[in-house]
């Protein structure tokens, strides 16, 4: 299913006041909850206000009438488990469409990727879910305006033309991952130059275009892969040594991010931790996000999940996703250091339930993505903070 342009797509706008009320009272809080004096030439940490009437009502199926409400099935998104951002500030949504009761009677799944203009409008939306990777996980937005897609349940990355009309590659093969038997799921093999299994996201380098994979449900690794799909090189294996990811937890890396100095940033997830190596896998430093959240701390599934960094031209700040917690942690990129936070369990405007990912578009505006019982994405509005120059 594709629709492209706003007259194209059918809307219907209800505004429940009981609800909106109350999460006008939390978006319209300022946060930035560890406020401390900064030193004069000091980056200031940024404040971020949400903002609940972002996104826009999801578009309605007219030809389709739910039984229970005589009224037009509308768009769900299920599982939200990815947002990435194109070079217009436009915002792409991975959708598993895994509805519950009683949506799968009043509504429909939306298709799998749905493209939100910056007032937060549909503006295209597509994806074969035959197709696409089983178990979306993550997206990404090349600087060609490509999209990228991974699946953890599947041992496939695949790239789309910005439309979604064409599928201009694909890494791995679908339904074969890199174990011993071919099956997806852990434990996986680590070896293989032409199977994955069940990535968690990527990044495009903008440098040469070469692929980097968080291949990290199954394997615990970071696979490297030229523009046309040819293996380059990995690193990292299943354990908590340095340079190694949590093998339990549900598979690491979680993430994997490029910075504009050429660093390699990898999510390992139940350690709670943030992994640093440069392009050909040479550990750098290690970031501590929440020890003790993780595996043999709290029971819940880690600290770090998925970062991205401000705009400017020195990624001052780098936005932490600790769904542990369920917090959006503040970091001074430079020093490794958490300058602040916002976020807590709940499903008010503001709050999360199982924060899953994070993206930051050209104004240093947050967008979130929530999965399991959260199952939406968030806007947070950049209102102050923030003295260094080049992220202004």
């Known amino acids: 299913m594709n629709r492209t342009g706003k007259e194209n797509v059918p809307w219907r706008r209800i505004l429940f006041l009981g609800a909106v009320v109350p999460a006008l009272v939390i978006g319209l809080g300022l946060w930035s909850p560890?406020?401390?004096?900064?030193?004069?030439?000091?980056?200031?940490?940024?404040?971020?206000?949400?903002?609940?009437?972002?996104?826009?009502?999801?578009?309605?199926?007219?030809?389709?009438?739910?039984?229970?409400?005589?009224?037009?099935?509308?768009?769900?998104?299920?599982?939200?488990?990815?947002?990435?951002?194109?070079?217009?500030?436009?915002?792409?949504?991975?959708?598993?469409?895994?509805?519950?009761?009683?949506?799968?009677?009043?509504?429909?799944?939306?298709?799998?990727?749905?493209?939100?203009?910056?007032?937060?409008?549909?503006?295209?939306?597509?994806?074969?879910?035959?197709?696409?990777?089983?178990?979306?996980?993550?997206?990404?937005?090349?600087?060609?305006d490509n999209v990228w897609i991974a699946g953890n349940g599947d041992g496939i990355v695949q790239k789309y033309t910005h439309d979604g009309k064409t599928l201009l590659l694909q890494i791995g093969t679908r339904g074969l991952c890199d174990t011993a038997t071919g099956a997806c799921g852990s434990p996986g093999l680590n070896s293989s130059q032409t199977l994955l299994d069940q990535p968690a996201d990527m990044a495009v380098d903008p440098a040469n275009d070469d692929v980097y994979i968080a291949d990290g449900y199954g394997n615990h690794r970071v696979v490297v892969f030229s523009k046309n799909g040819v293996y380059l090189r990995q690193w990292g294996s299943s354990g908590t040594g340095d340079g190694q990811f949590q093998p339990a937890d549900g598979g690491h890396p979680h993430c994997v991010v490029l910075s504009k100095d050429g660093l390699v940033y990898a999510c390992d997830r139940g350690s709670d931790r943030?992994?640093?190596?440069?392009?050909?896998?040479?550990?750098?430093?290690?970031?501590?996000?929440?020890?003790?959240?993780?595996?043999?701390?709290?029971?819940?599934?880690?600290?770090?999940?998925?970062?991205?960094?401000?705009?400017?031209?020195?990624?001052?700040?780098?936005?932490?996703?600790?769904?542990?917690?369920?917090?959006?942690?503040?970091?001074?990129?430079?020093?490794?250091?958490?300058?602040?936070?916002?976020?807590?369990?709940?499903?008010?405007?503001?709050?999360?339930?199982?924060?899953?990912?994070v993206s930051v578009d050209s104004k240093g505006n947050l967008f979130t993505g929530e999965t399991i019982n959260g199952r939406r994405i968030q806007k947070f509005v950049k209102v102050g903070g923030d003295r260094d120059g080049d992220d202004d």
Not at 343 to 353: K, N, V, Y
């Open 34 to 144: 560890l406020n401390k004096a900064t030193a004069k030439g000091k980056p200031e940490t940024p404040v971020y206000r949400v903002d609940p009437f972002w996104p826009k009502p999801l578009p309605v199926e007219a030809t389709q009438i739910s039984p229970a409400t005589h009224m037009p099935k509308p768009w769900v998104t299920g599982e939200v488990a990815g947002t990435c951002i194109d070079s217009k500030d436009h915002v792409f949504t991975v959708n598993r469409g895994n509805l519950i009761s009683p949506e799968t009677v009043t509504a429909v799944a939306s298709p799998p990727i749905l493209e939100f203009d910056r007032e937060g409008n549909v503006v295209n939306a597509w994806g074969n879910r035959d197709v696409l990777p089983n178990g979306l996980h993550g997206c990404f937005v090349d600087h060609h």
């Open 274 to 357: 943030i992994q640093v190596f440069d392009k050909m896998g040479n550990l750098k430093r290690i970031i501590p996000v929440k020890p003790g959240t993780g595996v043999g701390g709290l029971g819940t599934a880690g600290s770090a999940w998925d970062l991205d960094f401000s705009p400017g031209k020195r990624q001052t700040f780098m936005f932490e996703v600790d769904g542990g917690n369920e917090i959006l942690w503040i970091f001074d990129r430079a020093a490794a250091q958490i300058l602040g936070g916002f976020g807590r369990p709940g499903h008010q405007a503001g709050e999360f339930t199982f924060l899953h990912t």
